[in-house]
């Protein structure tokens, strides 16, 4: 007649306080995200990094072409924070669809291509990107991809985009 209830335990929170702050510190960020209807290729782009994750192989005598979860959400996260109003010259919906490739190693590249200049992204396995300015087929700067600052991917792209 009189069922027995298991009395609810309480326990500690889910984050301290310090981490909600630096969640919601974070959460700023996200305003300057692409949102996918400014830039066309960006759900071409997405689409391309999922298919390496889910297909990428380990080819005997040719490399591991394999794409670790960690390194294709570093690209998508490179992808998400180029920002329309921070391009000054072309807006980010004029971009092409970059060429995403998997790189031997776990690593993954994006080539964006415009006349004469390109710019390569590397995004590798332990979570960092770099960046590549080449012009002529001759690298002309390279550098590291700051991931919590969303100008560090841009400043290559926007020096593509100039005539």
Known sequence: M?????????????????EVSTFYGQTALLEKMTPANCAPWLYSAVAQVRELEENGALIAGLG???VSDRTAATTRLLLSLISVPELPVLSVRDLPVPV??????????????????????????DGQAAFFRC????????????LS???????????MMQP
Do not use: H
Request: hydrophobic share 40%.
């Open 2 to 18: 009189g069922e027995e209830m298991t009395p609810l335990i309480a326990t500690a929170p889910a984050l301290t306080p310090a």
């Open 64 to 66: 591991d072409f394999r």
């Open 100 to 125: 995403v490739s998997p790189v031997s190693g776990g690593a993954i590249s994006l080539i964006w291509s415009l006349g004469s200049k390109e710019v390569k992204f590397s995004c590798y396995p």
């Open 135 to 146: 012009q002529d087929d001759d690298v002309i700067e390279d550098g590291r991809i700051d």
């Open 149 to 159: 600052a969303p100008d560090s991917a841009r400043g290559a792209l926007n020096w």
